[in-house]
């Protein structure tokens, strides 16, 4: 081992000699080739660093027998295999454990528990190509951590490292203590967005044999496409198999003489998993963030399952229907009486925001709606359509009356509008999980979602410390996670 270990130090000194022969001028040319050589160079002299480092490592001295995990285990013989690291692979000899008594019993390896390797990796590595995963389709995070590293890991391990590390990512979140300096009025949104999952009938035919087929690809690219005719649409069907994520956008505001100060401490929740999951989670959050001893206000659009469980778990909040959802509900039933474009309803439309914006509005625009409705025909072409869409908005602004009171909200100087749930759901679902071509698992989805959320919550580096602090190293799974698919239910026409 002694020798390993002389053997590396001679590595270090050849990579350091090679990068100074290239930084003092050994090599002449243009800054963009010596920079280029400098890097490789540098990534070099890193690998010998890391691998002297091994070595060191692995020469300590240990006692023979050890227990681990109630087993008893002897150091027998060593393990040679490479270790991913961010300076490029790395060969890792290291003693190995043998279980007593259980000659066929998988070796353990206490020298990579030592150092917090993951299954083969280091856990900055591992991090760092599932940050990527986080904001870029996989391979493109690959390309992309190869550009640095001038290596990149196999696209199953890609998928192992996302599985595992997007696996810890809520448990973080949901036991993340309050933010520091938070505001004194509390503000919650819910929204959600579909993100394409793959349907029962494509795993199968991903599953199914593959045939080779011989010609210039355009060709083969052909003759695929005429064995996988899809049936036209009808009237229902979704065209992109969409499972929604539940979001929810929880931030507080500071009170100050010149109005309300914020958005502060904005933080994100997300599950594909329902709306009740959804609400649990942020109830937890809700909580940690003073809900119950401060001034709470909730947001968000028609949807009823939204408005029960905010019933069901923020009782004392102080609910508001989004208003930009208003003013098109208005719009719409603006359009039910006036021609599209024309002066009259553009008056009609903004004396009913103007009414809006007046105490007790929602009830002086539900008014002039009934009075609007009396005076469209029964008969006539076009007039069934014309009172179901206003009969629709006019019973809409009756059921949220109570929600609806947008006087009293910008007279606190408090949002009424759910913008902030709507660009989170644009910044976390759309521009990750909603890309074209894509079609995601369902498990990975909600590894890649609570991801975003940890990266958008600028929680990252805290998220990383955690990973490091536990008790035992990351574990990568042998395999990536199954695929398991979500069939869309069909949509009423």
Known sequence: MTASIEARERDVQR????????????????????????WSAMLALGRALIALYLARAASRTRARTYVHRDAEYVLDGSLTTEIGTRFGRVEFCRPVGRRVRWRRAARDRPVDRELGLCSGFSLTTVTSVTRLCAQLAFANARATFASFCEW???????LRMVDAVGAKARDFMQ?????????????????????????RAEIERRRRPR???????RLVRRQRRKLRERPRRTKGDKSKNAKVAFVGVIYTLRTTAAGCEGPINKRLCATFE????????????AKKRGYGRKRTLFLADGAEVIWDLQQLHFPDAEPGLDWFHVVEKVWAAGRSLHQEGSAALVAW???????????????KVI???????????????????????????????????????????????????????????????????????MRWSLDRAERVLHLRCVLLNRQWDD??????NQPTPLHLAATPTPTRSHDAVKRAA
């Open 152 to 158: 990149m890991p196999s696209q199953r391990s890609v």
């Open 349 to 363: 439309v903004g004396e009913r925001i103007r009414e809006l914006r007046q105490p007790s509005g929602a009830g």
């Open 274 to 285: 329902s709306h009740a999951a959804l609400f649990t989670w942020l109830a937890l959050e």
């Open 15 to 38: 990579a350091f000699k090679e990068a100074l022969s290239i930084a003092t001028g050994a090599a002449n040319g243009p800054l963009q080739l010596i920079e280029t050589s400098l």
């Open 367 to 437: 008014t002039a709606m009934s009075q609007a409705y009396a005076t469209i025909p029964k008969t006539g072409p076009g007039t069934k359509a014309k009172r179901e869409k206003l009969l629709e908005v006019m019973q809409h602004f009756s059921k949220h009356q109570q929600r609806m009171k947008y006087n009293a909200l910008r007279r606190a100087d408090l949002d009424i509008g759910s913008g902030a749930v709507e660009g989170a759901v644009r910044n976390l679902v759309g521009m990750r999980l909603d890309g074209p071509g």
């Open 175 to 199: 036991a993340a203590a309050a933010p520091d300096g938070d505001g004194d009025i509390l503000v919650i949104q819910v929204d959600g967005r579909g993100a394409p999952m793959v349907d």
């Open 463 to 468: 998220f990383v410390e955690h990973l490091a």
């Open 211 to 217: 045939r080779h087929r011989r010609g210039p690809k």
